[in-house]
Nanobody, 120 residues
Framework: EVQLVESGGGLVQSGGSLRLSCAAS????????MKWVRQAPGKGLEWVSG????????VYADSVKGRFTISRDNAENTLYLQMNSLKPEDTAMYYC?????????????RGQGTQVTVSS
């Protein structure tokens, strides 16, 4: 059974940082492209960042480029999202996801999410 469990969210002031983690199990993590998506209150799902299975390729939405860094530890089956210079518009539920393109917000599996709230 595929399981994705996010953690690391919280309340932070504008300009602050958070590091999200996603513990993965039930599938071959090291060969699976992964991504982070988010959903702000009242808005649709937004793709944030993706990474290939080996970690060689990473891509970012324009809205987070230069501020967020996606990474993975295939030995620990864990996906990360380092978020710096956070802005109030980054407030959302953040999900790690598996399936479809790592550049797409479409997914086959998604975790339960971790809430990120950025105060101004």
């Amino acid at each position: 059974e595929v399981q994705l469990v996010e953690s690391g969210g919280g309340l932070v002031q504008s300009g602050g940082s958070l590091r999200l983690s996603c513990a993965a199990s039930g599938f071959r993590f090291s060969t699976s492209d992964m991504k982070w998506v988010r959903q702000a209150p009242g808005k649709g799902l937004e793709w944030v960042s993706g990474i290939t299975g080996g970690g060689a390729w990473t891509v970012y939405a324009d809205s987070v480029k230069g501020r967020f860094t996606i990474s993975r530890d295939n030995a620990e089956n864990t996906l990360y999202l380092q978020m710096n210079s956070l802005k109030p518009e980054d407030t959302a539920m953040y999900y790690c996801a598996l399936g479809y393109s790592y550049r797409s917000s479409d997914y086959t599996y998604r975790g339960q999410g971790t809430q990120v709230t950025v105060s101004s």
